[in-house]
């Protein structure tokens, strides 16, 4: 997965501009920051249970789709403030739509923790690879029409791969749970 990453920016570094990368490092810095300083840990600590229920994984489940939400409602009402931080208005528009990405993220299977407990390397690799693949094949086929906003759509595009993919490999229905 880091290999076909490493492709993608060898691939779009010849497409893009700089500031292209720039702009999307600005987004990701500030997406990065919400998602650390918001993480409740859910996930690994379904990992490291030895028998959890449904409902503790629907909990979970839940929490984390709570959480996206409301990062990405963060992201995109301090966009401005974040982009006038960085001196770059042209970043508003991005932070707000890679604000999306948790939220997508956070639709996938929670299954994909058991994968994780039990070392399922195999199906973890066929849920992030292609998405990781989703994500180069968008991110250079748009490059030269889209600019920055490629790697936008790229960025996207491989999140719902992997969250589509989570149901296939990691199969679970989710229920809203508290």
């Known amino acids: 997965v880091e290999l ?16 292209a990368f720039g702009l999307l490092a600005i987004a990701s810095i500030a997406l990065s920051t919400l ?3 918001s993480n409740v840990g859910m996930v ?7 028998e959890a229920t449904r409902d503790e994984y629907d909990g979970a489940w839940t929490i984390g789709l709570a959480r996206a939400l409301l990062v990405t409602l963060a992201l995109v009402a301090s966009a401005p403030l ?10 508003v ?10 939220s997508i993220e956070a639709l996938s299977s929670i299954g994909v923790a058991r994968l994780t407990r039990g070392l399922r390397f195999r199906e973890l690799a066929f ?8 994500d180069l094949c968008v991110a250079v086929l748009a490059a030269p029409e889209l600019g920055v906003w490629a790697l936008v759509a790229g960025t996207l595009a491989g999140s719902a791969a992997m969250a589509g993919l989570s149901y296939c490999f990691a199969p679970h229905r989710p229920r809203l749970r508290f």
Request: aromatic share 10%.
């Open 4 to 19: 076909i990453y490493f492709a993608r920016l060898l691939l779009l570094a010849s497409l893009l501009a700089p500031e």
């Open 35 to 37: 998602m650390q300083v």
């Open 127 to 134: 849920i992030y690879a292609p998405a990781a693949v989703v």
């Open 82 to 91: 974040i982009a006038g931080l960085f001196k770059e208005p042209r970043a």
């Open 44 to 50: 690994p600590a379904l990992v490291q249970r030895s």
């Open 93 to 102: 528009s991005i932070i707000q739509a890679l604000a999306f990405r948790p």
